[in-house]
């Protein structure tokens, strides 16, 4: 199968014990499990692209280990360092939310360009408008990131895009799941073999699905799709969401790739490195040596 | 530990500090959609006014025992700096980020005043 970029998803922390029913809707009871923190990275085409950032350490490491049990933690520089790239070398961010796990780590990229939905800023600034006693909308959201924002786009570095947009870079488009998770969420399509019907495609989706269960249920011979356990839309878009997302990878769920899914490490050839960063290869471009084996 | 008077002033300040948030917040998102093109909703800057008054005139009638005489400091330079930034012609983003220095500065100083609340996010849950 012809790549033309390379992918591998970085695991930068982890929650060991995290409640299943904030992945999967109504799972009440039912146990934790271990919650892996990572971000995409993708290489070709004379790109470095990355979904998603993590979030700032310098500035919450301290409450999240404390308070939250987030641990092994690692700078981008350090996990980056696992696939032979440099945060300078980094020139497409596209956040698929803007929460702080996913977009806190702005500042460590500094030649990038970064790409959020227009729908996400604008509708978290009206949400910001609000009484107090609403106050439960903003969680997750960190006014610091909008600050660090306005900076990027005073730098020409911020591109707001208005719903879907394809070839964003060649094979790469960028898919508006409006009023889902948040309010402006976004998944992206690789399709890498570059080919308008690719039958090579991946999805990178974000907070919108967080493990296998969402997209296929508990019984893999009866699949059903099961929302995650936090939407700030509605269940039923991520439920239309979700269907996009399958079709969009003709069905073979594998390809829809949950950043929180800490079974990906043994859906795809991974590495654990001595210093406790794990990468996990989903594809190689020609002459792209792994960097799993 | 904290005595009686500072946990008193901690209970009546918590709002001013999360009014003072809200509006730098609210400003830094207007900024951005304007710095990328969008138009933004600028009645929200009415609110951002109306919760930036509200909270200034409770850090200003709120007794302050002398240990906490550094922390309500903060909040005041951090409120005086978004009076700065509510100005139509300035340039907010300057006024802005040092108000949001100041509130940090305010979150360090004393218990109760995170600058996020991760309890309501949906990767980080409380143990």
């Given amino acids: 199968m012809k790549n033309s970029y390379s992918v591998w998803i970085c695991e930068f922390a982890n929650v060991p014990t995290y409640p299943l029913s904030g992945l999967i809707y109504g799972a009440h009871n039912q146990g934790t499990v271990r919650l892996p923190y990572c971000y995409v990275v993708i290489k070709g085409q004379g790109h470095i ?53 996913h977009m806190g780590n702005i500042e460590d990229f500094p030649r990038a360009t970064f ?7 604008s509708k978290w600034v009206w949400a910001m408008s609000l009484e107090r006693r609403f106050r439960w909308i903003m969680g997750g959201v960190d006014p610091a990131d909008i600050m660090r924002t306005v900076a990027l786009a005073r ?39 570059l080919s308008p019907n690719s039958k090579n495609t991946w999805i990178f989706a974000g907070d919108l699905v967080y493990m296998q269960e969402n997209l296929r249920g508990y019984l893999k011979e009866d699949p059903e799709y099961i929302p995650i356990g936090f939407a700030m839309g509605s269940q039923f878009n991520l439920l ?13 769920v594998n390809r829809v790739i949950a950043i929180h899914e800490d079974r990906l490490k043994d859906m795809f050839p991974s590495r654990l490195a001595a210093n406790g960063v794990r990468v996990t290869e989903l594809a190689l471009a020609d002459g792209e040596p792994s960097r799993v084996t | 530990m904290t005595d009686d008077q500072t946990t008193v002033y901690v209970l009546q300040t918590q ?41 200034v005139d409770g850090l200003r009638s ?4 002398s240990c906490a005489r550094v922390h309500h400091n903060h909040l005041l330079a951090a409120a005086q700096n978004l009076s700065a930034a509510l100005q139509p012609t300035a340039d907010k983003l300057i006024p802005l980020e040092q108000s949001y220095a100041e509130l940090r500065a305010a979150s360090n100083a004393l218990p109760g005043f995170p600058m996020l609340n991760f309890e309501k996010g949906c990767c980080a849950v409380h143990r």
Avoid: C
């Avoid at chain 1, 947009?165 to 948040?182: F, M, N, Q, Y």
């Avoid at chain 1, 996009?244 to 003709?250: F, R, Y």
């Fill in chain 1, 49 to 101: 692209a990355m979904v998603d950032v993590g979030y700032n350490h310098k500035e919450y490491g301290a409450t999240l280990a404390n308070l939250y049990g987030v641990r092994d933690w690692h700078p981008p520089r350090q996990v980056l360092a696992e696939i032979g790239i440099a945060p300078e070398d980094v020139t497409r961010i596209f956040l698929t939310h803007a929460h702080f796990d």
């Fill in chain 1, 155 to 193: 730098d020409h570095r911020l591109v707001a895009v208005n719903g879907d947009r394809e070839d964003v870079l060649p094979g790469i488009d960028l898919h508006a799941a409006p009023d889902t998770h948040t309010w402006g969420s976004m998944y992206v399509r690789l399709r890498n073999d």
């Fill in chain 1, 240 to 252: 239309m969401t979700t269907e996009d997302l399958v079709k969009g990878v003709d069905g073979d």
């Fill in chain 1, 115 to 121: 790409y959020i939905q227009e729908r996400e800023l």
């Fill in chain 2, 15 to 55: 709002p001013y500090f999360e009014d003072l948030k809200q509006v730098a917040a609210q400003l830094a998102g207007l900024l951005v959609l304007e710095e990328s093109g969008a138009a933004p909703d600028h009645p929200m800057l009415l609110s951002a006014r109306s919760v930036y008054r509200n909270a």
């Fill in chain 2, 62 to 65: 709120t007794r302050v025992p």
